[in-house]
């Protein structure tokens, strides 16, 4: 049997990692196909077709039966004139093409509006979005580096790449614009961060948002109109819901931003902290057997991309049995320690 008969294009639509490389989604999955596309070059033709599907706008008309239509029609011809049957036939059918015409049009225009609505909101705005456990490296338009965690969005409009929506937890190196001092905005739900050039990091989780200033200077604005001025070292949370704003040092013990390098990296911290950056990047509940299970410290580096390497090594620095079932991980004693 022929095995490249099986890349046709049906293939394609139903391949979750192929739509990510059309869409340009997911920079590993782009590197896969775009391997796999020097190699077999005789399916480049079915690859584009397939591409073009993927990208395109689907627009499927759907107009109404022939019983709505006479139901319609029964409503609005006495409106129009055309109650009394005994008028001048050709009058009649004049004044129903008219009626009919100019029913046509007001349905092609509110239809040509709608789509060029969808068109707008299609082309427009930029979005990047990764799965749970995806870390991905992005440069913006104006050369600003993103590096995006497990379970997070950015998303700006094409004419205004500077002004980046954040959900989920993301790490920005700001390109400075000497010439025109072009400010660079991330918005959360909580707060604005206002940027000239500088390394900073954003975590909107918990239904707060962390920012942490490695180098430079940014401004952070509220919605009560309120600006906050960072320095270097610094930690802001802020969340609208408990109206609580939180200034502290950056220190070793301060988690943020350990997941860029693909491996976590701590320095004595519990493994509750530990757990929980498991929750919010792969979307687990974590459970304990025990409360002083959640105390436990842990230092060193872990890989945070593979989840069943992530859980194997958090058992062995911890001594603990770490059980994956669904969505839940059950932290319990290990009977060998």
Known sequence: MNNSNKFDLQYFLTDSSFKNWAKGLNKNDIDYWNNWLQNNP????????????VVGIKFKPQFPNNEKVDQELSKILPK???????KNPFTK?????????????????ILLSWTSLSLLNVHNTTTHQTNFGEIIDLKLPDGTSVVLNGNSEISYEK???RFINLKGEAYFRVKSIPSTNAKFWVI???LKVEVLGTQFHVNTREQKTNVVLDEGSIHLEFKNGDVTKMIPGEMVSFSNKSNELIHKKVTVETPYALWRGGTYSFNEIPLKEVMFNLELTYGLEVRYSSNHLKDIPISGGIPNQNLKICIAAIE??????????????????????
């Open 42 to 53: 005789q399916h480049i033709e079915t690859v584009e077709n397939a591409k073009s599907i």
């Open 80 to 86: 129009i004139g055309l109650k009394n049957s005994t």
């Open 93 to 109: 059918i004049q004044s129903l093409n008219k009626a009919i015409y100019f029913s046509a049009a007001a349905v092609v225009l």
């Open 159 to 161: 004419d205004n790449p």
């Open 188 to 190: 959360t739900n909580d």
């Open 316 to 337: 062995k620095a911890t001594g603990t049995r770490i059980i994956n079932k669904g969505n839940i991980l059950q932290v319990q004693e290990n009977p060998i320690y």
